[in-house]
T-cell receptor, first 115, second 111 residues
Framework: GAVVSQHPSWVICKSGTSVKIECRSLDFQATTMFWYRQFPKQSLMLMAT?????????EQGVEKDKFLINHASLTLSTLTVTSAHPEDSSFYICSASTGVGQPQHFGDGTRLSIL | DAKTTQPPSMDCAEGRAANLPCNHS???????VYWYRQIHSQGPQYIIH???NNETNEMASLIITEDRKSSTLILPHATLRDTAVYYCIAGFSGNTGKLIFGQGTTLQVKP
């Protein structure tokens, strides 16, 4: 089946640091990937849609200059949390689909803790 | 994407069938019904999806009503490892459609 891999799985860093999270589709090509954020005891919230070779589409309320998304190849999208602060601490999850009408497959998530 | 409504929590005895309902009364004709589950601190796991017909795979069965306004996910023989939050989503998905998650149903399988 389709496999989506995220790295790192857990990161702890100081306030003001920028953190990059990678999302890879291991056995299929993904022209579109999706980034979600999840706070404790809440559901997943879609942050942005990452499009290969073009700019990401951000959901309302998500700061595009804060959360930089790059989708440089058909198997890799990256999310960079710039100048991270404690309120950015969350569980970040990416997903990708193998095609129209097909289900999205999710990575195992990245737990980000900003001290 | 159509809004979905699920009960916040359900219990099920181990070994029995778990039937999880979902209402999606505003679903449009070409939107799929997707089911995912999330075990604590992991990414969501795809279970099953369907458009109009009932579907079955190695994990579960999906029953969609004829008017497509509701569906039921059936786990035929629930185990303790099936304890998770189950999300029902109506949407286009694929490489163009985004999925909007609701609050889901927390299923507790008890011994």
């Amino acid at each position: 089946g389709a496999v989506v891999s995220q790295h790192p799985s857990w990161v702890i860093c100081k306030s003001g640091t920028s953190v990059k999270i990678e999302c890879r589709s291991l056995d299929f090509q993904a022209t579109t990937m999706f980034w979600y954020r999840q706070f404790p005891k809440q559901s997943l919230m879609l942050m942005a849609t990452s499009n290969e070779g073009s700019k990401a589409t951000y959901e309302q309320g998500v700061e595009k200059d804060k959360f930089l998304i790059n989708h440089a190849s058909l198997t890799l999208s990256t999310l960079t949390v710039t100048s991270a602060h404690p309120e950015d601490s969350s569980f970040y999850i990416c997903s990708a689909s193998t095609g129209v009408g097909q289900p999205q497959h999710f990575g195992d998530g990245t737990r980000l803790s900003i001290l | 994407d159509a809004k979905t409504t699920q009960p916040p929590s359900m219990d099920c005895a181990e070994g029995r069938a778990a039937n999880l309902p979902c209402n999606h009364s505003t679903i449009s004709g070409n939107e799929y019904v997707y089911w995912y589950r999330q075990i604590h601190s992991q990414g969501p796991q795809y279970i099953i999806h369907g458009l109009k017909n009932n579907e079955t795979n190695e994990m579960a069965s999906l029953i969609i009503t004829e008017d497509r306004k509701s569906s039921t996910l059936i786990l035929p023989h629930a185990t303790l490892r099936d304890t998770a939050v189950y999300y029902c989503i109506a949407g286009f998905s694929g490489n163009t459609g985004k999925l909007i998650f609701g609050q889901g149903t927390t299923l507790q399988v008890k011994p």
